[in-house]
Structure formats: C-alpha cells, structure tokens
C-alpha cells in the first residue's frame, strides 16, 4: 500500500502507552495511516516498533512535526504542557492537534498558556473506553469499537479538521458525540474519576488494615467488581484529580453528604431510607442497562427486523384477560407518585416506555416497589414532594412521558432541565409550554417550543386552560396542571365526555365537577388507592374486529374498562352488524366487564369528519372493517386530522391497494370497496397500530400475508404471540 492511499496521512502519537498504542494500532492495522511514535521512554517505542503499533520511532523536532497530518498526546494529562511546549515551534495550522486525555478544562488551559489563545487546530477528545492496565504491551485495535468518544470543539475550531477528527474516531469502531468542555469535566468527575477514588481509598484503607490478609483471601464478587480499576495506573489518576481539582470536589462532597445519610440510616435502624436508596439505585442501574442493551457499549445496536407472517382462515375462540393500557400505565405511575400514602397498581403494562415515566419519578425520590409482574407499589411523596434529580430529567423518545412530567414538574420548587431524543427533538412543543406557562412556570428552550428545555416553577392564580386539540396527552396535562392551582381551576376540553385522565385522577381523591364541559378542579391532595387497571382498549377494538371478521369465531374478554370514546366505537361497530357486546356504565364513569364478540357480516358505513376526528386513534381499524364490508364505505375528513394520523392512513390505503382492495382517497375523503383481500407482502414501516390493522386485514385474505418491520408492535405488546396462540389464531413471527 502507498502513502497515499492511508486516508489519514502521517499520524505521530506521543505517549506510547496503552490508549496511544491502541489507537496507533487501530489505525495501522486498518492501513489508515502511517503511525509514529514519541515516546519519553525508549522502552516502550522499540516495543512499539516491534508489535506492529507503529511504523517509525521518532522525536519532536521540525524533521518529523512538520510533515505531520495529525498529532495525538497520550500522556497522562499533567505532561501534555511540556509537550505542547516543545511541539509550538515546529507545529503547522494544516495539522490537527488532538488528545486523549480523561480531563479537558486543564488540556484547554495549558494550550493557552503555551499560545495565548487555543489554535484553530488544536481540538480535543476523550475515547471512553479503556482498562485497568498501561504500556504499548496493553494495546488493542479494537478497543475503541463500540464506544463512544467525545469531542470537545471550542467556536473557533478548524471546522474541516473537527470534521477529520470525528472521522478518525469512526474510522476506530468508535461512536462520536460533542461536547462543551466545562460539561465533559463535570460528567466525568461523576461518572469516572469519583468511581476510581472510591476503588483506590477503599482498597487503601482495607489493605493496610489488620485483617486485610483474610479480607483479600475472602474478597467475594462485590470486592472485586468494585475494586478492579484500582489496579490502573497510579501517575495517570494523580493527574486526573490535579487536573480537574473543582468538578471532583463537587461531586465528592455530594457523595460524601449522601454516605453520610447513609451512615446515619444505619445507626438509627431506619430500614425505609436503606431501602428506598436500595430500590432506587437497584432500578436506576437496571434501567441504564436495558437501555444500553439497545446499544453494545455505546453505538445503537441495529434492531433485527421482525416480520409476522398470517395463514388465513383461522378462527379465535376463547376467554382472556388483556394487560392494562400502556397510557394508562404512564399515568397511574404518575398520579400514584404524586399522591399521598401507598397505592397497589394491579394489571400495570411495563412494556415499552412506560418504564421510562417510573424510572423520572424513582430519580426524584419516589420509591416504586415491583412487587410481582403487573403489580406495582408505589410510595406517593404528594404533589410537591418530589425531590430535585441530580441529572437532566430523561424522556428519551417517549411523549407520554415527557406530557405527564412537564406540568408536574412545573409544580415543584425547584428548576429542573428536561432532555430528550430522536424524534421528541425536532417536535413543536408549543402547546404543552403553553400549560406550563399558564401555571406561571417559566420556560426557556434553545429552539423555540422544542426539547430540551429549562423550567423554573412559578405560581399562578386562577388557572384556566382552554384546550384547542383532543389530545388525550394535552388532556391530561392541563388536569395535572390544575393540580397545582391555589385557588380553583377550570379546564375546557377539547372533546367532551369523560375519559381515563379524570376517572382515574378522580378515583385518587382528585375534587373535580364538570359543568357545561367545563372541569372545575378544586386544591386538593391526592390520595393513594389501589387499582387494577382494565385492558388495553386498542388491542381489545383489535380483538373484537378479528372474531367479527374470521367465521366460526367466540371470544370474551372479561376485563374491559371503555371510557365514552371506546364505548362510542363499539356501538358504531353494533350499528354496522358486528356481533359484540357492550358492558354497562359503573359509577366510576367506565362501561367496565366482559365484551364477547364472534362473527358477523359487518354493512358498509359512512364516517363524518366529527366521526374521524373522534376515532382518530382507531381508524386503522375502521379502515380494515370497511374492507370486509359489504358494499362502499366512506370515511370523510381525514385531512382535518393531525398529520400523523393522517399518513398512517395513507400508509394502509397503499397496503389495502397491495392486497387488491379497490380504495380511492379524494379530497380528505377514502372510498372503500368492501372485498376480499389477496395475500401479499405489506410493510408496517415500525407503526404498531398499523402492525395491528394489517394483521387484521390479513385474518381472512385468499392466501398468506407477511407483515415486515413489527418490532415496535412485539416491543409494545409483547403478549401478542401468547394472546394469539391462547386464541388459537395462526401468526407466527421471525426475524
Ligand atoms: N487508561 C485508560 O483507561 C484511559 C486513559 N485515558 C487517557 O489517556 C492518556 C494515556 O493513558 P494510558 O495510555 O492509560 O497511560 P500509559 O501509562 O499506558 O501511557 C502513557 C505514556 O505516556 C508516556 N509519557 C509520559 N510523559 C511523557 C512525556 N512528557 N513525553 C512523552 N511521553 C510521555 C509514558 O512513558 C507512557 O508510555 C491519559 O491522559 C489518560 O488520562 C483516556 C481514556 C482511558
Ligand atoms: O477501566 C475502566 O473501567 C475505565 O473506566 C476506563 C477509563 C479510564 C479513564 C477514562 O478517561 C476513560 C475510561
């Protein structure tokens, strides 16, 4: 191979030990680039030279800077000043000049005292990924494979070699992220540097003690576990801690306050404060594994794709429970947080992101016990007795969450910065600011309207909130809003009937009348109760439609828990032949027992705007019984939907197309044939209600239908295989 064809050039790292060897390695055997080494110890370069880590020896002088496209300083941090010192008089703008080293703040300062400024192309890095051992013997190439490395480009960085410098990272296998340098020393004083002063001094003082000889001899797991970075270099971590002296301290001290809490739970016997550090932490760690699980060790592993293929012509009989529904799940966590004394929650989904809400609540010092699958104890602390989390509040992707926790949030007293991602970023969240700015919090975000964004609470008089869309979320984010109301509140919905928000906060002791669709929400406590919550709605629609489609079919599902829009749903269903039946009205406000459903010639039927508006959620579903229908069915608006729902009806009106279903969409209004379909291959594109209509579309097609990209929907009903095999309903999924 030629000089030219290694992308990166002459690249010369000083400090040839484990992380600068490694990276040397990474790219040489990669034929990225042509490496050197400089190195204070000869040693480590002849081995160097010897083990394939570099391909030349060399020194600091014009000679060798010169030529030089990339410099890379991997010594410990302290020795990088002298380094800098000696590279500045040879050194040329074309050349990047990065690091490796575990603190920023002081490689930036030494920089600048060498310049008086921090050149163009100097930026720095840090690969978080390394090991308890040192020297060019300890090197490996594929350290850095699926880690993640962070940048730190100051405003006046050289942006074409900020750009080669993330590509000399990725060219390692390593996951790039940017980041300000004052954070990075804070993030990693945190999770880092304090983990190894905690290994040393514990080491330290257990080894020096009289027992220390049966203490190693018996060292069980724990010991080891925890005390394995110990052995890394001790010249490298004297460094660190000089180096980023203010941000350990910080968290030292925060660390210390909370051992001595600790301290004192112990002497004073208080079993309820060990145990809610124990469940925090126990659920704090096993959430950021799950979530790093999605991920190996810091780049998003691909999610295998997930197809469910469907044999027509089975039948579904049979008697089942459904799990509770996943929005419901988000908000009895929420509410049972919030009120005061202990709930039961029976018949919890924890499926998808419902744990993320749990996981919000557990860092702010609520205690959530898992007391078996599906049931849940939650210790309430009241509405304003959350606790301010050490971290940005995490939404990830989810907006249930995110729409439950912002006015909740908004009602604390202290300022809070909530962070997100994927998709949640680039969403207007203009009318959910809206709410809290109404509760007189005050809310400031980088973009307007949109993620991440900082709350400080404020208070105001006479809440009154007008909604001007049926969002559920919306919904019910302006009843917690009123929640923190001093005086009494009003919220006028968008559509009215009751829905699950305020049967269930009323079922927490919420003091709540309607009049004239407007709630009038009195201040009150919650109080903690115990519920069982009723099946998925969507999933039990998505029952009833496949036993009135596929012949021979008899199903009861015995707990059902409508509120007005489901029940308004099943009585279209009725009007329009389905073989279904409806529970009664209870005094909660739910139409709650058993709904049996079998099959049914199912008639043609027009839907209104108002209509799709109302059932926005379900018209996937809609769209699949008007295709088993007889004669033409109409459903009118869907451009008045809110896009989303408006493209997840395009997407089935092509898949109703595929399997010969004669379809037109004209002026926001679908005409649909009613038929028989053919069997096809469709694609759901990760949409799980979309998963479930065509499931449905395929139940009784002319031959088999596969149903591609359903990873959401196993993620988000993760007992549909068991469901249908229970119901004896033939789909089988493979990846
Ligand atoms: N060890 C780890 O897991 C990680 C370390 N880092 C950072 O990487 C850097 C290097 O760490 P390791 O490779 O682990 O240490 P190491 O001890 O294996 O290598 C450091 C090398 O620098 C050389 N050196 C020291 N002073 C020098 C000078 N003035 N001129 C030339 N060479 C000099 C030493 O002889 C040694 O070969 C440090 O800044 C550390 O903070 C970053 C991520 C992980
Ligand atoms: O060995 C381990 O577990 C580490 O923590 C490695 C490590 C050490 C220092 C860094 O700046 C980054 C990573």
Redesign the pocket.
């Known amino acids: 191979m030629t000089v030219e064809d290694k992308k990166f050039g002459n690249v010369m790292i ?9 990276f040397a390695k990474a790219l040489k055997d990669r034929g990225l680039a042509t490496l050197y080494g ?4 000869e040693g ?1 370069l002849a081995l160097g030279v010897s083990t394939g880590v570099i391909d030349f020896p060399a020194e600091i002088t014009a000679e060798y800077v010169s030529k030089m496209d990339v410099i890379v ?5 302290r ?2 000043e ?2 800098i010192s000696d590279l500045q008089p040879f050194l040329s703008k074309r050349t990047l000049v990065t ?5 920023k703040g002081s490689v930036v300062d030494a920089v600048r005292r060498v310049f008086g400024f921090v050149p163009g192309n100097f930026i720095l890095g ?11 013997l ?1 090197s490996n190439p594929l350290l850095f494979e699926k880690h993640m490395a962070i940048v730190t480009p100051l405003p006046d960085s050289n942006p074409v070699l900020l750009d080669k410098l993330h590509h000399l990272w990725r060219a390692v296998g390593s996951d790039v992220v940017s980041m300000d340098v004052e954070h990075h020393d804070h993030v990693l004083a945190s999770s880092s540097h304090l983990p190894h002063l905690l290994a040393y001094t514990l080491v330290d003082a257990l080894a020096n003690g009289e027992r220390s000889q049966d203490i190693f001899k018996f060292a069980a797991g724990g010991f080891r576990d925890f005390t394995r970075i110990a052995s ?2 001790p ?3 004297r ?2 801690f000089m180096a980023n002296k203010e941000a350990t301290l910080a968290t030292l001290d925060h660390f210390t306050d909370r051992l001595s809490d600790m301290r004192t739970a112990i002497e004073e016997g208080d079993g309820a404060s060990m145990f809610g550090v124990f469940t925090r932490a126990k659920s704090a760690r096993d959430h950021f594994l799950r979530l790093l699980e999605q991920r190996t060790g810091g780049v998003v592993k691909e999610v295998r794709p997930v197809s469910i293929s469907v044999l027509p012509a089975s039948v579904i009989k049979g008697e089942l429970s459904l799990l509770g529904d996943k929005s419901l799940s988000h908000k009895v966590i929420t509410i049972a947080a919030l009120s005061e004394g202990t709930s039961e929650v029976r018949n919890i989904d924890l499926a998808g992101d419902v744990r993320i809400t749990m996981q919000a609540f557990r860092d702010m010092g609520v205690v959530i016990e898992e007391v078996a699958e599906g049931h849940l104890r939650v210790h309430g602390v009241g509405l304003r007795g959350l606790k301010a989390p050490i971290a940005p509040v995490n939404v990830h992707e989810s907006r249930e969450s995110l729409y439950l926790l912002l006015p909740v949030l908004a009602g604390q007293s202290f300022p809070v910065s909530v962070i997100a991602e994927g998709v949640l970023l680039k969403q207007s969240m203009g009318e959910l600011f809206s709410v809290v700015r109404q509760m007189g919090g005050e809310v400031t975000s980088e973009v307007t309207d949109c993620l991440p964004v900082h709350l400080s609470p404020g208070e105001s008089e006479n809440l009154t909130l007008r909604l001007n869309t049926g969002s559920e979320q919306l919904r019910m984010a302006a009843l917690l809003a009123s929640l923190y109301s001093p005086t009494q509140a009003k919220v006028t919905p968008f559509l009215s009937g009751l829905s699950h928000c305020e049967v269930l906060l009323r079922q927490f002791g919420m003091q709540m009348s309607l009049d004239e669709s407007v709630f009038h929400v009195s201040p009150a406590p919650l109080l903690a109760t115990d519920v069982v919550l009723s099946g998925d709605e969507y999933e039990m629609v998505w029952l009833v439609l496949l036993a009135n489609i596929l012949p021979g079919s008899d199903l009861i599902m015995d707990n059902a828990g409508l509120d007005s829009v489901s029940y308004a749903l099943l009585c279209l269903l009725q009007s329009i032949g389905a073989n279904v039946s409806i529970p009664h009205l209870d005094e909660s406000g739910l139409y709650k027992g058993d709904v049996k459903a079998g099959f049914a010639e199912l008639n043609g039927f027009t839907l209104s705007a108002q209509q799709s508006y109302q059932f926005r959620e379900e018209l996937p579903l809609l769209c699949v019984a008007a295709a088993y229908a007889r004669g033409e069915s109409r459903i009118q608006g869907l451009n008045g939907l809110p896009y989303y729902h408006e493209d997840r009806i395009l997407a089935l009106v092509d898949a109703l197309g595929h399997l010969n279903i004669d379809v037109t969409y004209e002026h926001g209004d679908l005409l649909i044939q009613g038929g028989v379909p053919c069997g096809g291959e469709l694609d759901c594109a990760g949409d799980d209600k979309l998963a479930l209509a065509m499931i449905a579309l395929a139940a009784r097609s002319q031959s088999a239908v596969k149903i591609n990209d359903c990873q959401k929907l196993l993620q988000e009903f993760n007992e549909l295989e068991g469901v249908t095999l229970q119901l004896g309903f033939h789909c089988s999924v493979a990846q």
Do not use: F, N
Not at 38 to 41: A, K, L, Q, T
Not at 99 to 103: A, C, N, P, Q
């Open positions: 000083i400090g040839l030990g484990m992380i600068g060897g490694s400089v190195d204070r110890r480590e300083l991997a010594t410990p941090v020795a990088m002298s380094v690091d490796v080293g575990s603190t840090h690969p978080i990924a390394g090991a308890e051992k040192s020297g060019v300890a890394s270099d010249v490298m971590w460094d660190v």
